[in-house]
């Protein structure tokens, strides 16, 4: 399980989930006097900062009220900063941050990226209040990995393997990253030389994410390389 991963292997486990929209939906956006933007820069991003307030604030705050009553915080255990167009609740036993950004390649669409990280302990997210408060809010799980990874030697591993449905590779020329396909798992693992991520076609709690890595960490155990990727 993601729990019983040695710190020596990961720096750091994150659920990220992901969502978005047009930019003109944006309470903040007034058609009168607003232009779509046509490119994502920094002063666009500004402007959604201050287009995006509204939205950013009410799931900010909703999510603060059901964290503190989901885990039965009290006031000096949970706070919120607001910075639109982020947002960071920090808590006794982790950090969620919330950001908006327009994106790169349709910059008439906005995109919001939260990010539940700095886990006191990877055992939390199996607990209730966890999948009470985050149900079908997150779609990956990332693991930072301490030491990082050879893309090259992983690809080379599963290839060497030939293990055909069971187990099989794609990655682009440069082989800076691969992905994945793991059978019985509907999630795509990618693998960069940093971190191995595995997303997810729907968004569920952090439990069912861990559980769904259970079995890729399973499925790794043949090769050497794999397994030191999951611990």
Known sequence: MADDIPSSVVAEIAFVGRSGGLVKTLSGFR??????????????????GKI????LGTDAEDLFQS????????RRELSLELASPAAVLTAKDFVVEIVYELEPAEPSRYA???????LREAAIARGESMTQVFAGRFSEISFLLRKGASVEAVIDAIEAADRGAELSVSYPSDCHECEIAVAGVEARVRCTATALEI??????APRELIDAFASVREAFRFDPVLAKLTG
């Not at 232009?35 to 402007?47: R, S």
């Not at 995006?52 to 939205?55: D, F, I, L, Q, T």
């Not at 997303?199 to 569920?204: E, G, H, Q, T």
């Open 112 to 118: 919001v990226t939260t990010q539940l990280r700095s």
């Open 67 to 74: 964290i503190r009553t989901g885990f039965g915080y009290k």
């Open 31 to 48: 058609k009168p006097h607003h232009t779509v933007p046509d490119a994502a820069n920094a002063t666009t991003n500004a402007f959604l």
């Open 199 to 204: 997303v997810f076609p729907r968004a569920s």
């Open 52 to 55: 995006c307030a509204s939205e």
